[in-house]
């Protein structure tokens, strides 16, 4: 298989792209129903710059860049985590809308 050779200590819950999306529509639904069941929490976005996250699995904040338009972990060190995945929707959420609301 696959695996990355790299041990991490710290494993997010949100390890894969696919991940990431599938928590932000878990985000998306919790945002309007103020159920707060999720595992990220959006805490600041600066569009095309960066936004901060908090993951609850590891318990840090996470900060994904976006370097050309390209979401980037600063935190995992990778384009392809699920926080990277949740940055991706997160910005067509906001190109969509012109806003972000959290
Ligand atoms: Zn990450």
């Keep these: 298989m696959s ?3 790299k ?3 710290e494993n997010s ?3 894969t792209l696919d991940l990431g999306t599938m928590e932000f529509m878990k985000w998306l639904v919790s ?6 069941d999720t595992l990220i929490v959006v805490k600041d976005y600066f569009d095309n710059k960066y936004v901060i996250l908090f993951d ?5 904040n996470i900060i994904v860049g976006y370097r050309d338009g390209m979401p980037w972990c600063m935190t995992c060190n990778t ?5 990277v995945g949740f ?3 997160l ?3 906001y190109d969509r809308n012109d806003q972000v609301v959290f």
Excluded: F
């Design 56 to 60: 609850k699995s590891i318990l840090k």
């Design 7 to 9: 041990a991490s200590e």
């Design 3 to 5: 695996g990355k050779s």
């Design 87 to 89: 940055a991706i929707c």
């Design 13 to 15: 819950a949100l390890s």
């Design 79 to 83: 384009d392809d985590c699920g926080h």
């Design 91 to 93: 910005k067509q959420d």
């Design 31 to 36: 945002k309007d129903a103020n159920s707060g």
